[in-house]
């Protein structure tokens, strides 16, 4: 397995929250930093989260604080908890390695908040 399974997106009301995991290959997740990529309409694909193999965490500031990345090392999966979420977030989202590589790329999973 290369490819990344993404899944947890949906549709969810603003202050909502959401629980979005990344099932990794086990060689892929214990040696890379490993992040969650969102691309909403329109615009530039961005990194918004991202976990070292040691733990470490870093965020974007539109999602500091609202989002947490964790790992679960037995079932080489990363999550991304999502909460309080707004309008702005609506984007597909996917995860993976940091910097990316393109055969890397899964389906990804789409968020979209709206009332």
């Known amino acids: 397995q290369v490819q990344p399974v993404e899944s947890g997106g949906g549709l969810v009301q603003p202050g909502g929250s959401l629980r979005l995991s990344c099932a990794l290959s086990?060689?892929?997740?214990?040696?890379?930093?490993v992040g969650w990529y969102r691309q909403a309409a329109g615009k530039e694909r961005e990194l918004v989260a991202r976990?070292?193999?040691?733990?470490?965490?870093n965020y974007a500031d539109s999602v500091k604080g609202r989002f947490t990345i964790s790992r679960a090392v037995a079932e080489s999966t990363v999550y991304l908890q999502m909460n309080n979420l707004k309008p702005e977030d609506s984007a597909h989202h996917s995860c993976?390695?940091?910097?990316?590589?393109?055969?890397?790329w899964g389906q990804g999973t789409q968020v979209t908040v709206s009332s």
């Open positions: 993976n390695t940091v910097p990316q590589r393109p055969q890397h």
């Open positions: 086990r060689t892929i997740f214990s040696i890379n930093t």
């Open positions: 976990i070292t193999r040691e733990g470490s965490t």
